[in-house]
């Protein structure tokens, strides 16, 4: 597995990098972590630099390594680079797994207005696809965009998953998240675990608070863990607004996280009200909050919006209305059997749709048989 450095993860290895880059085996993987460190809060001109020295040297991996299959996920584009120069140079077969639909997502959010560059990237968009023996799309409007394009190729819908097999019952949490559970007591604990950046419109929660300050509604925390550009905006934001709802935690290791999530009572599933995310999206803390048991709240609709409702395991708040949200948090609020209803509904979904172990094995059987050269994996 080659990979980069991010700065609120551990790749596992930590001896020096030798000409950009260090090797070891963790979990019986062989990683190659490439020098090239990458933060949710580098500028966009700096990302671009970083994923092209990644691309550029990945590439010298995928020429010289000994392996059956590629396997490429993007985001970013440039992932698709090595395996594309590889799948020419070497004949190995390439699989391509899409998290996200670039460029149409920062084209929609206005991130990238560029013509030049936007051209760019529908380009090699078209290139990775077409280049691909197989793709993976890991959600419904993924799969849509890239038949779009290569309306014959194989492709698979493959979501993230659920870790309905983890047991974080003998994980400690820090003081510090100790005593703000304690101090919260008895509040309704709303978490939104992940990126704090432009895509995830975090806004839309200090809004929230906003709004149970002005209600007088005192019993609602909503605990923000992560990191990300936006995030510092946001602490400043909360401080001048005097918006004590809010808590803001540096990231955390994902045992932990998961302990922290097992201990709280509602999951919050944020997004920028963009169209594109509606169907295009399939985010890590979605899932996580069903193998937690959680209650889900999402204010955008879109297909997992449609999952909370057929399940009914979470609420729909409309976007960019605060107080359709707050009005769903206070009734999650005042209605503990309703919510510990929906949060066993959460975790049976996740054993039962998503569980990692099925998608994993959907994944494994779909690897091997592109690998076999088998048309109708």
Known sequence: MVCGSYDVANTGLDGPFDAGKRRGFVDGIDVIEIEAPYSNSTAMFRRAIIFCQ???????????????????????????????????LRRKPFVFEVR?????????????????LLWCMNALESCAYRS????????????????????????AMIPNGSDVVQDVSHVELT?????????????????FSG?????????????????????????????????GQMKPALIARARSEKLDHCVFLDP?????????????????????????FYRGTSPNKFFDYLACGLPVVINYPGW????????????????DNPSSLADHLEYLARSEIDRRTMGSRSRQLAET??????????FAEFLEGVASGKKGA
């Open 175 to 191: 003081p510090e998240i100790e005593s703000m559970l304690a101090a919260r007591k008895g509040a309704l604990k709303c978490i």
């Open 353 to 362: 749709r998503f569980s990692h172990i099925e998608l994993s094995r959907q």
């Open 132 to 155: 691909a023996d197989a793709c993976i799309g890991l959600a419904p409007g993924i799969v849509e965009g890239i038949r779009r394009k290569v309306p014959k190729k194989m492709i």
């Open 252 to 276: 955390i290791p994902k045992a932990m996280l998961m302990a922290l999530q097992s201990r709280v009572d509602v999951g919050l599933m944020i997004l920028r009200n963009v169209p594109a």
């Open 304 to 319: 997992l919006a449609d999952v909370l409702m057929r399940e009914r395991c979470g609420v729909v708040a409309e976007p």
């Open 195 to 227: 990126a704090h950046g432009l895509a995830n419109g975090l806004d839309a929660l200090l809004d929230v608070a906003g709004e149970l300050k002005r209600r007088g509604n005192k019993d609602i925390a909503l605990i923000l863990v992560g990191a």
């Open 100 to 116: 996200d639909l670039w460029p149409e997502l920062p084209r929609a959010m206005g991130v990238i207005r560029s013509r030049l």
């Open 54 to 88: 990644f691309a550029m040297r990945s590439t010298f991996v995928a020429l010289t390594s000994d392996y059956d299959i590629q396997f490429a996920t993007s985001t970013p584009l440039t992932i698709a680079v090595p395996a594309i120069i590889a799948k020419i």
